[in-house]
DNA sequence: AATGAATGAGTGTTCATTCAT
DNA sequence: AATGAATGAACACTCATTCAT
């Protein structure tokens, strides 16, 4: 292994599909789904090129596994942070953010595989990607939605900050290091405070 | 032609050229780097193969002029709107986002190329390039500088704030259809308010 | 199913021998035997495709017993046809013929898989099949011999006719549609007045 | 060259694609199509791989190209043969199998392989092979109506004769071998024979 | 400049067959 | 018997690039 994060797949009951799924991740992620072969994948999962099509039909569909188990993991995560938060929009923002902003740091390669490759899945695939998408988007868009109905927000764009919030913090994941400036919590913290603060949220100090 | 805006690479000088880099660009818009070929380029260029190799050493020289252009294009913009606006930072950094918005949505092909692909380049080319980008977000960086020092934005989280509301901006071209809500002008303004709260402006409205 | 016909291997004994036979020959009849794949066999077969090694070593043995209970069965009914028929040749000929172009409708996939994939055996398997086609051949050989000896065949190419007119028998199965103009008795009638006519027989209206 | 037999096509201009087409059907007859590789085709035909896609566009396709060759030249063959002959009916007929025959020696493996390989076309191209099949069967099916309405044909069953005919010929490719029983002519003369007996006609001898 | 022909490496995928259970 | 997992070789086809003209 060469990152220091948690696999994204866990080993859960058959393990040559998470093995395959998290080398598919890992070659995706250095050489983009058309730069990645599935040979490639095949040595990073330590099997035969041929025993990847025991468990995914196609390349396009191993793509389109990986992304969801991302997208599955990060809206779950998303979720749980704003159920355990308080009432109001403001810290349920900041939780929010938080959340999403830890899961980038801790799965940055499947964050950035799910914004660059999608687009090269079949578009079944990718129309069901996008709409699990939407519904973590729609989960900010709520909380924008009611902070602005309290007044605690006051931004005249309403309709469109929850993806300009989260266009920032999708961007993180193409420049993070753990060895950066900002240690893992701090650098939710201060998307947290842009975020707030793009909403022009009162008080957010 | 299927897009309505202006063809990124002007017919100056060395006619083919430009078709080339048009078409190259179009090609990497439509299918990404690596899922492009040279025979996709040369059939929207209405040309042949092996005569693209006439203009550009290989497919990686190719790409790398593409991506030259659009950026110097984009610095271009983002400084001319910076000289030509008021003295103080918040009027600068207004016409600054302005500048860049509209240049994502005049060539938004080209801005998703770049954002997407920089990652294929030859190692020189892609230091080049970040180079590149990097000086145009130092404009950013200096009008945020400013304004903290003038006092006009209080965000605690000066450091960052430039990429972060560029973060924003660029994926605008993941998103825009020219048919949307928001006319080309009204999205720019949108933008240059999340902008200048993000910043925690001075009355910005 | 999807042909009226009965299945050309019976359900004797080892039951899943006879539904795997069954299958390679329907596989082997839509896609060649190149074409087709054990697996194909296997579905066809509703088995496993690991499953259909524990009854046959090989897919070339897969074919060769599929092409022998072929040949098998068209042996017999030629054999019984001729042995059922009167002593002279015209009316042996007569029956041999019917019974042939009997086989050749009821058993059409057999016939064309017969006909077109024997060049895919292996040597062995290959020569044990021609032989007993031959050994089928023969029948109508001695026919004509009988024939030409008692002065009912007047045709002076005698040593070649049984082959010219299986020739045009076997060409049946790959043209035959079960609702054409001609019923199974007629094609049988009409054929059986060509091989009369070709060997110049007399009267044989 | 391993056989005997002139190419089938012929070395006129483009002087690759007769290399590569006879190359296709000497691999296709070798091993049936499926059988086949194009790396077969391209050992054959001593180029590379690659360079027969520059030539044509799949494998189907340069199967259907074969095709086309071979049953251009045995129509065309059968035509003069019919143009130059007699008036009437019967020796129209015998010109036509002499003609047919000479084909089937001369191109045996352009038979087989147009016999055997059809049904592995794409239905556009196969469907333009069986309509100029059927245009050279045509071309026996009108001499037979000629020699049924001139009385010289008696046969009851004038509407499946050519097919019959045309059957027993196309077989010949299956075993014929030039160091066999009967010389060319020999063999063109017998067919010839069992062709006129088959139609019942008056004083064939 | 411009072309068509050529190439060797590589693509995703399927193959017949074997193995462990 | 029966299965799912596994494999190495092969498949048709495409790739970026080069060459001769």
Redesign the interface.
Known sequence: MNTRSAALVPDTGRRNEAVILNAALEAFGR?????ASMRDVAKLAGTSLSNLYNYFPSKSRLLAEVLRHANDELRARVRRAVADAGDDATSRMREAVRAYVGFVVDQQVAMLVST?EV??LEPDDRAALVAERDSTQDVFEEIVAQGVASGEFR???A???A???L??I??IAS?YRPDG??SRGQLAE??A??AL????ARLPH
């Open positions: 050489k983009g789904f058309n730069g660059n687009r090269y931004t005249p764009y309709a469109d900050a993806r300009a919030i266009s920032g999708n961007a420049w400036r900002l201060q998307q405070r842009y603060a793009l909403l022009e």
